[in-house]
Every structure is written in C-alpha cells, then in structure tokens.
C-alpha cells in the first residue's frame, strides 16, 4: 500500500511526537507539510522529515486553501483552534488525527462531526488512553467475563505536583478563558476510559465536586518574589521553577517540559534563564492568573445500576499514573500505571497476574506507555485500507464522551446531579 502522506498543524510538543511515527514507518507514513505560526518550529520539522518549502506554511488556512497535496491532517494545536482548521480540513476531504480535546464547547464538537460524516472522513481523536497496554487488557478481561458482571469502577489519575504547576498553574492551560477547564483539558480521555470499559450501559446521571486549591495568592509564602529567579524563599518551595526547569536542563534534559518553556532555539541555560525571567513559567505559582481546579470527584450512574467514580488529583508524587479498581460479581481487578493487571478471583480466592502489550522498538515507544504508537498506527493503517474499525476512538463515541465531559462540570458548577438523555443532552 502506498504511503499514508501527513500534512502536521500544530508543530509543537504533541505534533512533533506523531510526526516522529514516520522515523521508524516511513513506508506507511509520510510528513509531507507543515504548519505553524512559530516559524522555527516549522523549521524544524521542515529539516527533518525534507519538508518541500511550498508545503511550510505560517497559518494553516493558507494549507487548507491550496488544492489537496496530503491524504491526512494531524491537528495538533491549542485547544480552542481545533474546531476551525477540523471543519476546514474535512471540506477539503482530509482524513483527520485530531488531539484531544475534540474542541471546548458542546457546538464546536457537534460541527466537527458533523463535517467530517458530510464529507466522509475519518476522524480519529487522540484518546490516547484507549490505546494504552494496561487499559486494553482491562477492556478484554472485563469482555471476558472473568469478573462477572461489573458493578463498580474507581479511577483515578494523579496528575503531579510540579507537572499540574507547570501545565495548569503556570502554563497553557492555566485559564479556563484562555483554554479550557481542567476535566476537558486534562481527563477527558478518562472520562472516555470509563465509557470504553462500561460499552453497552449507558450513564443516566453525574455528580461532581471540585475546586482550586492551595495555588491562590493568600498562600503565598512570606517574603516570596513574583517570579522564581528573584525569590528569597525559592529554596523552600517544592513548586520553585528553577527546580523543575534549571535543574533539569542541568541533568541534560532538553525536552519536555523544559523545551516548552523556550520559545526559540537552542534550549541552553541562556535561553532559558532569560524565559524564566520574562515568561510565564518563571512566575510564582501564587501568583498567577491560573482559575482551573486543581482536585475534582466526578460520580457516574449507569442504567444497569453500575456506578463509577473518577478523581483528579494535582498533589501526588506520581505523574498521571492511573490508579484503576473495577469491582465485579465473579472477581476485582485492578491495575497501577503500566501494569500488569491483576485480577482476584471470589471463587479461587487466589489473584492472577496479567501482562500487557508492549510497543515495539520505536522512536515513540516512551510517549504515553506506547499508547501514542498504537494510536497513531491505528489510525494510518484505518486511512491506508478504508477499514475505519481500526479507530478505537471515532466520531461518534468520541462525542459521546466529551458531552459527559460537560455535563459533569454543569454538574460541579450547578452543584446538583445531572440527568443524561439517551442523544448525550443533559438536563
């Protein structure tokens, strides 16, 4: 088959990391454009992957313009300019790898799907973690009825002290104004994940709470400064930026975060020291113009009368390694990270391991626990066949999730329980 040809949108972190599929599967895949405003971004790409320079584009509407030259768009930019270029691209008849969220409002996900079913497209949203080992081994164990019927799930995802500062204090996705609110920013795949596991039941209401905490201006410690660089009391803060930043860089670590924090090359001390004094990842976490909450308790009830409940958490030590518990009539499973999976049986009284898929050697094979291999290959092999079952996340499903995904912050803002129609509106 011929190889599928990519047009990136989107150069940064998450764009970079699908484009990186074509090192290792280059006669399945192929990037062929770019674009991006950041032109050093575009650069990079362009020098990588023997971009043509006609296909290196500073705005993405330009790309979209031009008569179609990709068989594939991956949309990877911030989270409110995903419903624009989803819609353009489809009408141009681009299959479409779009990053999670799908969009930040209700219509701007029911116009992409629209747009991608009128146009007969593939639309495949980056819900990475159904493509994670751990989490298809859990879809196949519950499917196998090793548990019995399932009653119950407890799922959490512990973001990281200094992962939740430098993304949600401090970075993108501080702001629900200027991105989105925590759940859709950071857990919608999670809420996904409970849906994926519980496939045939429907949810019929949801409750949630939740708030900012401890990241608020009257915890700031006596004596601290506005930013990092200059702050007196900077040694005795676990959220300090040049601990998270500095420190890393110091150790070699010239990737994430810390090349997110540079916003030109090359990513050295110079540059960075002088993005921690300007930019808006050398301020103090205590002052900043963050407002997404920072621990959130979302509760599901389905129409079998199974019930689930998913926490966010910013105060751990672990960095987004799940923690899953599914309690069912035969056995318990539960699984932590990367696995395996352990399953106990009532009967028995005895718990059997499970091991998980591993991606092969690759240079994506560190990205999300291989989840980010498997989902793009997913989505390739869907594009080069036309067999669109190959996409564990399409338009529909997705859209499902990502109502549930609001209706569960209605819920938390109203402070009531929220009834959940069959379509996925709410009440």
């Given at each position: 088959?011929?190889?599928?040809?990519?047009?990136?949108?989107?150069?940064?972190?998450?764009?970079?990391?699908?484009?990186?599929?074509?090192?290792?599967?280059?006669?399945?895949?192929?990037?062929?454009?770019?674009?991006?405003?950041?032109?050093?971004?575009?650069?990079?790409?362009?020098?990588?992957?023997?971009?043509?320079?006609?296909?290196?584009?500073?705005?993405?509407?330009?790309?979209?313009?031009?008569?179609?030259?990709?068989?594939?768009?991956?949309?990877?930019?911030?989270?409110?300019?995903?419903?624009?270029?989803?819609?353009?691209?489809?009408?141009?008849?681009?299959?479409?790898?779009?990053?999670?969220?799908?969009?930040?409002?209700?219509?701007?996900?029911?116009?992409?799907?629209?747009?991608?079913?009128?146009?007969?497209?593939?639309?495949?949203?980056?819900?990475?973690?159904?493509?994670?080992?751990?989490?298809?081994?859990?879809?196949?164990?519950?499917?196998?009825?090793?548990?019995?019927?399932?009653?119950?799930?407890?799922?959490?995802?512990?973001?990281?002290?200094?992962?939740?500062?430098?993304?949600?204090?401090?970075?993108?996705?501080?702001?629900?104004?200027?991105?989105?609110?925590?759940?859709?920013?950071?857990?919608?795949?999670?809420?996904?994940?409970?849906?994926?596991?519980?496939?045939?039941?429907?949810?019929?209401?949801?409750?949630?709470f939740g708030s900012l905490t401890h990241f608020k201006p009257e915890n700031k410690p006596a004596g601290a400064a506005s930013r990092c660089l200059d702050c007196q009391v900077e040694s005795t803060c676990p959220y300090s930026a040049k601990k998270i930043y500095?420190?890393?860089?110091?150790?070699?670590?010239?990737?994430?975060?810390?090349?997110?924090?540079?916003?030109?090359?090359?990513?050295?001390?110079?540059?960075?020291?002088?993005?921690?004094?300007?930019?808006?990842?050398?301020?103090?976490?205590?002052?900043?113009?963050?407002?997404?909450?920072?621990?959130?308790?979302?509760?599901?009830?389905?129409?079998?009368?199974?019930?689930?409940?998913?926490?966010?958490?910013?105060?751990?030590?672990?960095?987004?390694?799940?923690?899953?518990?599914?309690?069912?009539?035969?056995?318990?499973?539960?699984?932590?990270?990367?696995?395996?999976?352990?399953?106990?049986?009532?009967?028995t009284q005895k718990s059997t391991e499970h091991r998980c898929e591993t991606a092969p050697p690759n240079m994506m094979r560190g990205m999300h626990g291989g989840a980010d291999f498997f989902l793009i290959d997913a989505f390739v092999k869907a594009v080069q066949?036309?067999?669109?079952?190959?996409?564990?996340?399409?338009?529909?499903?997705?859209?499902?999730?990502?109502?549930?995904?609001?209706?569960?912050?209605?819920?938390?803002?109203?402070?009531?329980?929220?009834?959940?129609?069959?379509?996925?509106?709410y009440s």
């Amino acid at each position: 088959m011929a190889p599928v040809r990519a047009l990136i949108v989107g150069a940064g972190s998450r764009g970079e990391v699908y484009s990186r599929f074509s090192l290792d599967n280059s006669e399945n895949f192929q990037v062929v454009g770019v674009a991006d405003p950041r032109l050093f971004r575009c650069q990079r790409l362009q020098q990588q992957y023997n971009i043509p320079q006609e296909n290196v584009f500073t705005d993405w509407q330009e790309a979209a313009e031009r008569e179609k030259f990709a068989d594939c768009v991956v949309i990877a930019t911030p989270d409110q300019q995903h419903k624009d270029p989803a819609v353009a691209f489809a009408d141009r008849g681009y299959h479409i790898l779009l990053e999670k969220p799908m969009a930040v409002t209700e219509e701007d996900c029911h116009e992409i799907v629209s747009a991608c079913k009128r146009n007969n497209v593939i639309l495949s949203v980056c819900h990475v973690l159904r493509y994670f080992p751990p989490v298809r081994k859990i879809k196949e164990l519950i499917d196998s009825g090793v548990i019995g019927d399932v009653v119950h799930i407890q799922h959490m995802e512990p973001v990281g002290f200094w992962h939740f500062a430098h993304s949600y204090v401090r970075g993108n996705w501080r702001n629900t104004a200027g991105s989105s609110f925590s759940l859709l920013a950071k857990s919608c795949h999670d809420v996904d994940l409970i849906r994926y596991w519980l496939s045939g039941a429907r949810c019929v209401k949801v409750s949630s709470f939740g708030s900012l905490t401890h990241f608020k201006p009257e915890n700031k410690p006596a004596g601290a400064a506005s930013r990092c660089l200059d702050c007196q009391v900077e040694s005795t803060c676990p959220y300090s930026a040049k601990k998270i930043y500095m420190k890393r860089l110091q150790q070699g670590h010239t990737g994430w975060p810390v090349s997110v924090v540079c916003p030109q090359e090359p990513v050295d001390m110079e540059n960075l020291t002088e993005a921690l004094r300007t930019g808006p990842y050398g301020r103090c976490v205590y002052d900043c113009d963050n407002d997404v909450v920072s621990n959130q308790v979302v509760n599901f009830q389905f129409d079998g009368g199974q019930t689930a409940s998913f926490n966010m958490v910013a105060f751990t030590q672990e960095i987004c390694e799940r923690q899953t518990r599914i309690s069912g009539t035969k056995g318990e499973l539960r699984c932590s990270g990367p696995g395996p999976v352990y399953v106990y049986d009532f009967l028995t009284q005895k718990s059997t391991e499970h091991r998980c898929e591993t991606a092969p050697p690759n240079m994506m094979r560190g990205m999300h626990g291989g989840a980010d291999f498997f989902l793009i290959d997913a989505f390739v092999k869907a594009v080069q066949s036309g067999d669109r079952s190959a996409v564990l996340t399409g338009p529909q499903d997705t859209l499902q999730s990502h109502l549930l995904v609001f209706a569960a912050e209605q819920a938390r803002l109203q402070d009531r329980v929220i009834t959940i129609h069959p379509d996925g509106s709410y009440s």
